[in-house]
Nanobody
Framework: VLLVESGGGLVQAGGSLRLTCVAS????????MGWFRQAPGQEQEFVSA????????YYAESVRGRFTISRDNAKNHVYLQLDSLKPEDTAVYYC?????????????????WGQGTQVTVSS
């Protein structure tokens, strides 16, 4: 299984980015998918998750109302739209795949991970 993130970059505060995660080598349409981030010197933290059918989503309080998760099972893609970005959103963003049922926010529950994409928000 391979997960590859893209779409990160440098953006000014208030700007937007769209992150994409492409999955290959597994049953993407059966997995719940999540986005996590890790800022320098900090632990990896949950950002958002979406279930396999797109019927349920969940967001960390810090990003609710600004970020939107979605997926396209036909393309094996999961997306994270980042709007109204703040400097504190600066981090490496990772996508993860959870093969179990139910949306979960713990890093330890995710079975596969991408290599991450850097998001930097300038003030």
């Amino acid at each position: 299984v391979l997960l590859v993130e893209s779409g990160g970059g440098l953006v000014q505060a208030g700007g937007s980015l769209r992150l994409t995660c492409v999955a290959s080598g597994g049953m993407f349409s059966q997995w719940n998918m999540g986005w996590f981030r890790q800022a320098p010197g900090q632990e990896q933290e949950f950002v958002s998750a979406i279930d396999w059918s797109s019927s349920s989503t969940y967001y960390a309080e810090s990003v609710r109302g600004r970020f939107t998760i979605s997926r396209d099972n036909a393309k094996n893609h999961v997306y994270l739209q980042l709007d109204s970005l703040k400097p504190e959103d600066t981090a490496v963003y990772y996508c993860g795949a959870d093969r179990a049922e139910g949306l979960r926010v713990g890093v330890r529950y995710y079975d596969y991970w991408g290599q991450g994409t850097q998001v930097t928000v300038s003030s």
